[in-house]
T-cell receptor
């Protein structure tokens, strides 16, 4: 069965510092991978997605992620964090159904940004 | 940008009551989903719906749950007799269903509180 592991429950980063959030997945075929961000009490906003092709994916808000098949990873990065980036971040893998995809989510990483 | 719209944003109900959560998916999408997020936990797949029938459901989606597309625009989740453990954020999503034009989009959620 498909699964996603986000090993870091909380991460604290200083404003202006770089960020990397880890995501490892388990899936038998080529995965569809996603990163979502959720602010408190809010919905899920798609940051970026990987389907195929270039393994470095650019997203919104200055985020990027790199797909590494050999490591089964899809880590999210940002070169300089802003206070507004404080939120919960979810990695997800798209599991193929019959012509559709259901998403299997990780448990999330809560990002705290210190002044 | 097209949005998935969910109403209401918050609902409080008494245990044992029926609730209906409503969603308007993106108009040209073909696949519809409900996900659930219990407070502080990860987002979990409940059910997918295509061509007016359930494509797949999780073990969470028991006989107390049902989904319906009553007209050409709405997609509803009904919980027949709510339990305390049904308290959660419920997200609707829709997708185009193809790999390249995936368009998997979530609504902003309905927070259901069962008292």
């Amino acid at each position: 069965a498909q699964s996603v592991t986000q090993p870091d429950i909380h991460i604290t980063v200083s404003e202006g510092a770089s960020l990397e959030l880890r995501c490892n997945y388990s899936y038998g075929a080529t995965p569809y991978l996603f990163w979502y961000v959720q602010s408190p009490g809010q919905g899920l906003q798609l940051l970026l997605k990987y389907f195929s092709g270039d393994t470095l994916v650019q997203g919104i808000k200055g985020f990027e992620a790199e797909f590494k098949r050999s490591q089964s990873s899809f880590n999210l990065r940002k070169p300089s964090v802003h206070w507004s980036d404080a939120a919960e971040y979810f990695c997800a893998v798209g599991a193929k159904g019959t012509g559709f995809q259901k998403l299997v989510f990780g448990t999330g990483t809560r990002l705290l940004v210190s002044p | 940008e097209p949005e998935v719209t969910q109403t209401p944003s918050h609902q409080v109900t008494q245990m044992g009551q029926e609730v209906i959560l409503r969603c308007v998916p993106i108009s040209n999408h073909l696949y519809f989903y409900w996900y659930r997020q219990i407070l502080g936990q990860k987002v979990e797949f409940l059910v997918s719906f295509y061509n007016n029938e359930i494509s797949e459901k999780s073990e969470i989606f028991d006989d107390q749950f049902s989904v319906e597309r009553p007209d050409g625009s709405n997609f509803t989740l009904k919980i027949r007799s709510t339990k305390l453990e049904d308290s959660a954020m419920y997200f609707c999503a829709s997708s185009a269903g193809t790999s390249r034009n995936y368009g998997y989009t979530f609504g902003s959620g309905t927070r259901l509180t069962v008292v």
